[in-house]
């Protein structure tokens, strides 16, 4: 079970992002992820008609270190790391190590 998911709100606590808050959009990989509106470049884009595309500088989101992140408390609106806890009834669920609240509520 992975500490961090996608949809999940996040704050950067590391780089040149630091401080910014956005959504999960997907994970990359076990250690990368992408965050709406965090470590956005300028690409180059040709167009292609096949696809529809047009041509011209876009702006995208890449991918950044799951280590820079941190999982964002509406409690406390602040960071906070997280926690697993297994319920009664067998379910392990993700909790908030500064509280101890449930994530998913």
Do not use: C, W
């Given at each position: 079970?992975e500490?961090?998911?996608?949809?999940?709100?996040?704050?950067?606590?590391?780089?040149?992002?630091?401080?910014?808050?956005?959504?999960?959009?997907?994970?990359?990989?076990?250690?990368?992820?992408?965050?709406e509106?965090?470590?956005?470049?300028?690409?180059?884009?040709?167009p292609?008609?096949?696809k529809?595309?047009?041509?011209?500088?876009?702006d995208?989101?890449?991918?950044?270190?799951?280590?820079?992140?941190?999982?964002?408390n509406?409690?406390?609106k602040?960071?906070d790391?997280?926690?697993?806890?297994?319920m009664e009834?067998?379910?392990?669920?993700?909790?908030?190590?500064?509280?101890?609240e449930?994530?998913?509520?």
């Amino acid at each position: 079970m992975e500490k961090i998911r996608k949809g999940d709100d996040v704050i950067v606590t590391a780089g040149k992002d630091k401080g910014k808050r956005g959504t999960v959009l997907r994970i990359v990989d076990a250690g990368h992820l992408v965050v709406e509106g965090v470590n956005r470049v300028k690409k180059h884009q040709r167009p292609n008609p096949m696809k529809g595309l047009t041509g011209g500088i876009v702006d995208k989101d890449m991918p950044i270190d799951v280590s820079n992140v941190a999982l964002y408390n509406p409690q406390t609106k602040k960071a906070d790391r997280v926690g697993f806890k297994l319920m009664e009834d067998g379910r392990k669920v993700r909790v908030f190590k500064s509280n101890g609240e449930m994530v998913d509520a």
